[in-house]
Structure formats: C-alpha cells, structure tokens
C-alpha cells in the first residue's frame, strides 16, 4: 500500500504565485499590485506594458494580484493595450485642455489610419498653434512629473449631479437609462472623467504623443500598434473627412448626437422616424452615385467597389444596380474571386500560410484581359473558381453590350494595380466603409472597427454557421489584411459611400448579446466578447421590424429583399 500523503492543518499564506507565459513564476506578499511585478522583471519586449491578462481576464496593472495566478502581460502592441494607451491619452488632453481653458468642451470624435483622434473643441473657435502648444506642453509636465490616474466608484446620482454641473449632457442623457446604480469615475489631477475601459496607473506611460492642428480641428496623434515607439507623421484624408462631415450633419439633421441621444429617441417613440431618415438618406445618396455614373456614361464603363469587411458591399452594390437600371443603364457584375490563381501559386504570408487576400492571389493579367475584351464587344468565356479543389475553371459565356456597365465588387478595388491596363477615364470608384460617428458621449468614441466586428459576428452566425468565438478569432487577421491592401488605397476613390446608420447598434445589440455571451470563459475571444458585451450594454435595444428589406443592416441580420437578386 502506497503511503497517505500528509494532510495538516495549515495557516494562510501570506504570498501569491505568479506564473508568467513563459513560464517564469515570481512570488510576492498577497495584494502587491500587478504594476509591482512588472516593474521588478524584464520581459524583453518591444513596446511598454500597459495591463495583462490575469486568469483570463484583462486587468489593469493596479490590479491587487491576491491569489496564485498566471499572467500574460499586455503592451501597445496589442490591441488591448494601445486602447488604453489611446484611452489614458484622451483623458490627459482632455484633462489638460479644460484646465487651461476652463469654458470650453473637447470633443473626441473619429480615428485617423496616421495614429490619432480628431478632435474639436464647443464653445469657441478652433484652438490655435500656440494653444494646442501650451496644452502638448501642459500634458508633457505632467508625464514627467508621473501623476498616478486613479479611479473611484461613485453613487450614480452623484455621477449625474457632477456632469450636470460641468455641463455635459452626452453624458447625461446616457446614464439617464443605465441599469447600475453606480459609475466608475477616473481621476487626475483633480479632474474626474468616465472613460469606457481601462487605464495606465499613471501619466508617465504616456510618452508617446503629438498635438497638431487638422482641418478646422486638431489630431492627437498616438503611435500605432505595429510602431508602438513612433509618431507618424499625418496625412490628409479629404475625401474621408468630408464623409465623416457628411455624417454628422445627417446626425444634426435627426437631432442624434451621440448614444444617450439614440436612447432618448427610443424612450419618446421616435425611433420609426430615425430608421426612416436614416434609410432615405441611404437612398438619396445612392441615387447620387448613380447619377453620377450615368451622366458619365459611355464614358464610364466599370464602376470598382471596395472596402473593408462588413461594410456592406454586397447590398450597396444591388442598389446601385437598382438606381443604375432606373437611369437606364445596364448592370453586368463580375465576381473578382473567380479570379484567383489555382492555389499552389497563391502566394504566403511571414507565417507561411496561403494568403488569399494579397492583390497577387489575383490571375491580374487574365483579368485585365476579360475586361478589355468584353468592353469591346467580344464574347468572353469567365472563368470560375472552385474553391473545394481550389483550381480554375471554366465558366459562363459572357458578352456586353455598349449600354452595359461592368460592377466588380472587391477589397482591391481602389488600388489602381488591379486595372493596370485599363485606361483610368474608363472607371469609376466606389470606397464603401461603415464610418460611425455615433459615439458614446463627447470623450468615448465608437469605434467604426467595433461596428464591423458586431455586423460581422451576427451575419456569421445568421449564414454561416460560426460562433462568435469563431468571429473574434479571425478578426485580427482579416484587419491586418485591411491595412495593407485597402484603407492606403481609400482616397483613390471617385466617391465614398458611408453604410453605417445612426441606429444600427441599437438594433445589432439583442442579435449579437447573446452570441457574445457563449464565447468560452479563459480564452482571448471571451475577453473580447465582454468588451463589446460592455459596451452594448449602454445601448437600449431596438426592435428590428421597422427596417425596410432592402436596407444595408439586413445583409446582416437576416430578411433582406436583395439577397437572391442579380443584375
């Protein structure tokens, strides 16, 4: 008989384990903060740790570590992290700019691909150079000088009386249906603020930044993940910027300024009317693109369409049609995956792996070649992939006439590589994104990859069959596939089309809870699942039934008009 293990009373322990990735263990007395860990171990990694992963869960790095735990820690270069970056950074600006100019409200209101927040400030005119000098250098004392933020609970009457008394009603409106009786407010400096998320422990994290002047705003500008040391330098987007201020005067105009707004609209009843602008402005600007099109046309014999994933290509491209076929044009639509090379030449990632959204997946020879020949009139045999044997082959016999318009609709449509040989007066290009603006309050932005992400994860589930989970873990590459094949390429375009609509969230809120809520606990999808899960809590849920069937948001959740229908 083998020996009973000693079993004895025991006291309790004074210290906690912590077992790192790779797995290091360190050990110090119960309730020393994570920070503490991290500032006495050199992990060798790139860019600044700013939070971790504890026991599956993202913690801040004032976490009290009382229990024996492993850790995964969390630097800029991770998406988590720069979102705290980003976040703390909005909080020291902000904190800063109302300090130095006390009557003012800074508005936070859209991302920039450079790395950087645009932002505006109420109640005066635009900040000047030497202002936004003075505040860069108000927020660099304060990174020296390695003020901690700290964050505090507070009664959420209390929360309402102080926002009241600041003058900030986003705020206001937005707590008004919030469930919790309570608010977690941050501090600093004297100043308190809520922030959606997480923060740094203190300023001196926060080295990494510009203050510059940008349109009739200014950019705080923040690295990005893949520089997590560098300040890029900006860039102009005219095309996206006049489609982010398109946005917002449609936002004026249904008198929907952020998310406790939408809210309010819901509570009065009037969230039929909101759905109803919303999609007539939809309309009216396809009908725009149309005309566009159609005035230019025979000139114009193939209309490019691009974007992001999620954007709702596919329903925008049927309505286009549409509007095209009620000008008296004739649609005729190519599908771009038809032209893959077979797979053993598709070219691989650094991981080795085929990678099939690289532009050289693309047969661009034969391709070029299909749309010279069907735009002079000769009948064309297309090819067709067959994506189980993944090979070409033959398909449809094809030929045009001269009132037909070519539609191809793809993420490589704005990059002028994809046409090489077609002479440019002959195209017309179509950058489709879901732009939102419709943000939480005046310092919380919503942002427009957040959008795509929930449409996403609601339209794999109603067609394809995937988990969130399933979602989430294939999000990471299809957004590095974005940044290197679409979004350089998106103000190449002739016209940009924003699909986001005011109300959407609301509406993708009761579709994608419960999918978010079956994301496996302890995994690196579940710690995305309850952000998003977090976020859409402040959103009061709208019923689906009023959107038309022919709307963008039906791609997603189910019940579209357009789906079966081909040009």
Not at 53 to 82: C, F, K, W
Not at 221 to 230: D, G, I, M, N
Not at 494 to 520: G, R, T
Request: aromatic residues 10%; proline residues 7%; charged residues 25%.
């Amino acid at each position: 008989m083998h020996p009973k293990p000693a079993v004895r009373p025991a006291e309790p322990r004074q210290t906690a384990q912590v077992r790192f990735a790779d797995g290091r263990i360190y050990e110090a007395p119960v309730g020393i903060t994570l920070e503490t860990y991290i500032e006495e171990i050199d992990f060798g990694l790139p860019a600044p740790i700013v939070a971790a992963h504890i026991n599956g869960q993202l913690r801040e790095l004032t976490y009290h570590i009382v229990t024996d735990s492993e850790v995964t820690p969390i630097t800029i270069a991770d998406s988590d992290g720069m979102r705290i970056y980003r976040r703390s950074l909005a909080f020291l600006m902000v904190t800063v700019a109302e300090e130095l100019f006390p009557d003012v409200q800074v508005v936070i209101d859209y991302a920039l691909n450079f790395g950087g927040f645009y932002c505006e400030v109420r109640g005066r005119a635009p900040f000047t150079h030497e202002e936004l000098a003075r505040i860069e250098t108000g927020m660099r004392k304060l990174v020296d000088a390695d003020i901690p933020i700290g964050k505090k609970r507070v009664p959420l009457e209390e929360a309402l009386a102080y926002f009241e008394a600041k003058g900030h009603t986003g705020k206001i409106k937005l707590l008004k249906t919030r469930k919790k009786d309570y608010l977690t407010l941050y501090t600093l400096a004297g100043a308190k603020d809520y922030y959606h998320g997480y923060m740094v422990p203190s300023t001196g994290y926060l080295r990494e930044f510009a203050l510059r002047p940008y349109g009739p705003g200014f950019v705080l500008q923040y690295p990005r993940r893949e520089l997590p040391s560098v300040i890029q330098k900006p860039v102009e987007y005219p095309k996206l910027v006049a489609v982010f201020n398109e946005y917002r005067e449609w936002m004026d105009l249904m008198g929907i300024s952020n998310v406790g707004a939408l809210n309010e609209a819901g509570e009065a009843g009037r969230m039929r009317e909101v759905i109803l602008v919303s999609e007539a402005l939809h309309e009216q600007r396809i009908a725009r693109i149309a005309s566009d099109i159609a005035e230019q046309h025979p000139h114009v014999r193939l209309v490019l369409i691009a974007g992001p994933s999620s954007s709702g290509k596919t329903t925008f491209s049927k309505r286009l049609s549409i509007q095209l076929l009620a000008h008296g044009n004739r649609p005729a639509t190519l599908a771009l995956d038809d032209f893959f090379v077979s797979r053993d030449d598709t070219p691989r990632d650094e991981n080795g792996e085929h990678n099939f959204e690289s532009l050289y997946a693309l047969d661009l020879p034969l391709f070029n070649d299909v749309l010279l020949r069907l735009m002079d009139g000769e009948q064309v045999t297309l090819p067709r992939f067959n994506f189980i044997k993944g090979v070409r082959e033959t398909g449809d016999t094809f030929r045009i006439s001269q009132d037909h318009v070519i539609i191809v609709e793809g993420i490589h449509g704005m990059n002028p590589e994809l046409v090489r040989d077609i002479p440019p007066k002959l195209i017309y290009r179509v950058y489709v994104s879901a732009l939102t603006q419709l943000n939480i309050d005046q310092h919380n932005r919503v942002p427009t990859t957040d959008t795509r992400l929930l449409r996403r994860i609601v339209r794999d589930a109603t067609y394809r069959g995937y988990s969130a989970s399933d979602t989430i873990k294939r999000w990471e590459s299809v957004r590095r596939g974005e940044k290197r094949w679409i979004f350089p390429f998106q103000e190449h375009a002739d016209v940009m089309f924003n699909s986001a609509l005011v109300y959407e969230l609301a509406v993708l809120q009761p579709f994608a809870e419960p999918l978010l809520l079956q994301a496996k606990p302890r995994t690196p999808e579940h710690i995305e699942a309850k952000r998003l899960l977090s976020f859409l809590e402040w959103f009061v849920p709208a019923t689906p039934d009023l959107i038309p069937d022919n709307s963008i948001l039906r791609e997603f959740i189910g019940g579209s008009i357009l789906r079966d229908f081909l040009p």
